[in-house]
């Protein structure tokens, strides 16, 4: 395993508040144990977090406010745009998505979760930047609704 994977994981258990992550991969196994308060840093010695980046996302016209959804992530866990690497992505700024379209996917330990529109309308925004680590109830991509 990678050390960024690793790096993940531990970012996954804190965020989720878990006391143990167990993750096998073919011949191989991690066991993440952290101290009852999550929020702590795991006590590797060894561990360093990657320093925090910020990025600044275009003010929306709010003229457009009421007419906006945002889609937020229901778990912490990877943002894909696309569904594999080097295949299109499922939305770009300005595509037309209906009711049930795919916009992205959240993986959570290995497993890949499709994250659909739940109006129809036109992509305006996405925020949330590809292969990066989400929050539960970030804003995913943000849709103008056309129809109620």
């Known amino acids: 395993m990678d050390i960024s994977l690793i790096r993940q994981l531990i970012r996954i258990a804190q965020e989720g508040q878990l006391s143990e992550l167990i993750v096998e991969e073919g011949d191989e196994s991690l066991i993440i144990k952290l101290p009852v308060n999550a929020s702590a840093p795991p006590p590797a010695a060894h561990y ?48 037309e998505v209906e009711v049930g379209q795919t916009v992205g996917l959240v993986e959570a330990m290995k497993v890949f979760n499709e994250i659909v529109s739940e109006v129809e309308g036109r992509v305006v925004a996405i925020p949330a930047q590809n292969e990066q680590l989400v929050q539960v109830g970030e804003t995913l991509v943000i849709i103008e609704r056309t129809r109620e």
């Open 48 to 95: 360093q977090a990657p320093p925090a980046t910020l990025e600044s996302t275009p003010l929306l016209p709010t003229a457009q406010g009421a007419n906006l959804v945002h889609i937020t992530s229901p778990m912490v866990g990877v943002f894909y745009r696309s569904p594999t690497p080097g295949a299109p992505t499922f939305v770009e700024v300005g595509s």
